[in-house]
């Protein structure tokens, strides 16, 4: 594979990745809830929506919280019911929770803005771009460099001896052996 076919090869990657994350988030998928009102309608399942918020105690466990067992948690989860009981649904129950906890409380970036995106796709460009980084320092490792010129010793002449040696390396020889009788 050419250089210039490696190159064209990694950007066709890259942008197949940002045109997978970028194009499901386009207009079309913020309608969802408007286009299919039995959906809307369909009840909020707790579980899921555990699945997709992090506890936010005073701990910063880190942890989403289906799998958080703090005291925080626990107090979190009845809010969560007494929301679903009031008939939220859940979009509205995670605005809530961002309004009162703030956005860390999300476990994932939503796509609502450029920045959201970007926390997306930045991962798959880091993954390219350090690719083509290995890629071109461990070109320079193995292949030669350019415009430098070769040690290889000049075209070899035949020695008095018949075996094919190089004038560059008979002189030195010469040169050395000078030094020696002297």
Do not use: Q
């Amino acid at each position: 594979m050419t250089r210039r076919n490696l190159h064209v090869a990694i950007l066709l990657v890259t942008l197949f990745l940002a045109g997978a994350v970028l194009v499901p988030a386009g207009p079309a998928c913020f309608a969802a809830e408007e286009v299919a009102p039995a959906a809307a309608a369909a009840p909020v399942d707790r579980k899921e929506i555990e699945a997709g918020v992090n506890c936010p105690c005073e701990d910063n466990c880190g942890k989403l919280l289906a799998n958080c067992v703090c005291g925080f948690s626990d107090n979190m989860r009845k809010e969560l019911d007494s929301m679903i009981a009031a008939g939220m649904t859940k979009t509205e129950i995670l605005e809530a929770l961002v309004k009162r906890y703030g956005i860390r409380v999300l476990a994932s970036p939503g796509t609502s803005n450029w920045l959201d995106r970007l926390s997306w796709i930045a991962p798959f460009l880091a993954l390219a771009l350090g690719g083509w980084w290995v890629v071109r320092v461990a070109r320079r490792f193995v292949s030669p460099a350019r415009g430098k010129e070769s040690a290889a010793p000049e075209s070899p002449e035949p020695s008095p001896n018949g075996a094919a040696v190089s004038s560059a390396y008979e002189r030195r020889l010469d040169e050395e052996l000078s030094r020696f009788e002297r």
